[in-house]
């Protein structure tokens, strides 16, 4: 353990956590692709939200954290994330059951790209040349991905897969809006607070739609949105664990090994062929992606250096 209570940094359990966490995120979704035509999306966010609370729960409990994990001074900021999580989820998750499993995890690697623009307009942080152009190329790709959908009638694209793809980029833009109150919130609350309050705001914000044709799921299909409570709920916990063992920029690239599952998935699961203007648009988003991490992690090393520099020896 490191002086100020953290396990002794280790960048390959990190990056093993980090990967973890995709797969299971991963595997969540397509539970929910799967369920799509059976329950309607409100009845899908609740079943995430809720059954995530337990496994949080029984974590914080394992770490001894139940006492002061859950304590908070800004209540009003976790109904704000929740509200901005709890919509994109409504959007991310309808937009799985209308366009084909790849696509739609493509479509959603525009959510960090989207986050450095509210960032630069909703806190004030600088966004340089760099990162601007870096944004600009990932969203690029996003319009290759989309290009099959811009285009007019008659190319094989139906209305339903359009609306996904307007649907899957508003879930982005409103998942990149909550990581801003994220931002915001991590100076004086706990991640295990962010985290267990959001799953609490997200379950009673769902049942808001409670009215809009709930159904009671068959026995089968209950048991599949009870799985992917419970995997959101741990893949939270892993990717949080990740991100105690080794520093973001290390971590944060392995997001993108979710494209290599949502492939594998929609070929297996679903019978979905990923198509070459999709992979050359997932290509060109990831670049950019890794770019800035790549990028944000040299400045953090020469900020580093710097102060190092800076401060006073003997």
């Not at 990056?15 to 966490?21: N, P």
């Not at 999306?41 to 337990?54: D, H, L, M, T």
């Not at 966004?127 to 099959?148: A, C, K, N, T």
């Not at 931002?183 to 808001?208: D, G, N, P």
């Amino acid at each position: 353990m490191t002086p100020h209570g953290l396990p002794a940094p280790s960048p390959l359990r990190g990056i093993l956590l980090k990967l973890g966490s995709v797969t299971v995120f991963t595997i969540m979704g397509a539970i929910l692709k799967a369920t799509a035509d059976d329950v309607p999306v409100g009845e899908q966010v609740f079943f995430r939200s809720f059954f995530a609370i337990p496994v949080i729960l029984f974590w914080l409990a394992l770490n001894g954290e139940l006492g002061v994990g859950l304590r908070t001074a800004r209540p009003m900021s976790h109904f704000y994330r929740g509200i901005a999580g709890t919509v994109s989820m409504v959007c991310i998750f309808s937009g799985l059951g209308l366009l084909p499993f790849p696509e739609a995890t493509a479509l959603g690697y525009a959510m960090p790209l989207l986050t450095v623009i509210f960032a630069g307009m909703f806190l004030n942080e600088r966004v340089g040349l760099f990162r601007l152009s870096m944004v600009g190329l990932g969203l690029i790709g996003v319009l290759i991905v989309l290009s099959p959908q811009l285009r007019g009638t008659g190319d094989g694209v139906s209305t339903a897969e359009k609306l996904g793809a307007v649907l899957t980029l508003s879930g982005a833009a409103f998942a990149a809006m909550a990581h801003i109150f994220i931002r915001k919130m991590v100076a004086q609350e706990r991640t295990s607070a962010i985290v267990f309050w959001f799953s609490v705001t997200s379950s009673v914000l769902s049942l808001v739609t409670l009215p809009f044709d709930w159904v009671l799921p068959g026995l089968e299909t209950g048991a599949l949105l009870v799985a992917a409570g419970l995997m959101g709920g741990l893949a939270q916990i892993l990717v949080t664990s990740a991100y105690r063992y080794a520093d973001a920029s290390v971590v944060a690239p392995f997001d993108y090994a979710s494209m290599i599952l949502a492939l594998g998935i929609g070929w297996f699961v679903f019978g979905e062929a990923a198509t070459a203007t999709m992979l050359l648009g997932a290509g060109v988003i990831i670049a950019a992606g890794i770019t800035i991490i790549w990028r944000e992690r040299q400045l953090g090393l020469e900020r580093a250096r710097a102060r190092k520099v800076m401060t006073p020896q003997g």
